[in-house]
Nanobody, 114 residues
Framework: VQLQASGGGLVQAGGSLRLSCTAS????????MGWYRQAPGEQRELVAT???????TFADSVKGRFTISRDNAKNTVDLQMNSLKPEDTAVYYC?????????WGKGTLVTVSS
């Protein structure tokens, strides 16, 4: 199983980035897909999740700014991040979870400058 994330980078506050995660060697549609993040010195935290049917959840800190979407035919899950803030700076991780099995990608760094 491989979760390959891309799209991180450096952006100014107020800007946008789109993260993408491509999954391989899993029955993608069976998993709840999510994005988590970990800032330096902090614990990993949930950013957003999306079920196979398209139901979404978001951390309060990103509601109204981030959206999550998935394409079950392409095995991809995207995180569109708008109105970025310096406190969004973190390594972002793609996650696939179906309870009995859970997988993590290696992460992609997002840096938001003030």
């Amino acid at each position: 199983v491989q979760l390959q994330a891309s799209g991180g980078g450096l952006v100014q506050a107020g800007g946008s980035l789109r993260l993408s995660c491509t999954a391989s060697r899993i029955l993608f549609s069976m998993y709840v897909m999510g994005w988590y993040r970990q800032a330096p010195g902090e614990q990993r935290e949930l950013v957003a999740t999306i079920t196979r049917g398209g139901s979404t959840t978001f951390a309060d800190s990103v509601k109204g700014r981030f959206t999550i979407s998935r394409d079950n035919a392409k095995n991809t899950v995207d995180l569109q991040m708008n109105s970025l803030k310096p406190e969004d700076t973190a390594v972002y991780y793609c996650n696939a979870d179906r309870g009995s099995e859970e997988y993590w990608g290696k992460g992609t760094l997002v840096t938001v400058s003030s």
